[in-house]
């Protein structure tokens, strides 16, 4: 394996684990079941309860 072979797969890698933060958050950190949107009050709840939301994203 070329070195920039090498280089092209820990690129695209960074580039996937940045893709997954900004992936929508669907799925209740607590319980994991899916999380409703609210458009009334730009909410994501969870079915059960356990955790709300109101960013959109994984990012903390
Ligand atoms: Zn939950």
């Known amino acids: ?3 920039e072979q090498l ?3 820990l690129q695209e890698a960074r580039q996937m684990r940045a893709e997954d933060k900004e992936r929508a958050l669907v799925e209740c950190p607590i ?3 899916p999380l409703d949107y609210r458009p009334r009050d730009g909410t994501y709840n969870c079915r059960m309860g356990y955790f709300a939301t109101r960013k959109a ?3 903390q």
């Open 1 to 3: 394996m070329s070195n």
């Open 7 to 9: 280089v092209a797969i």
């Open 31 to 33: 319980c994991g079941g």
């Open 57 to 59: 994203t994984q990012e």
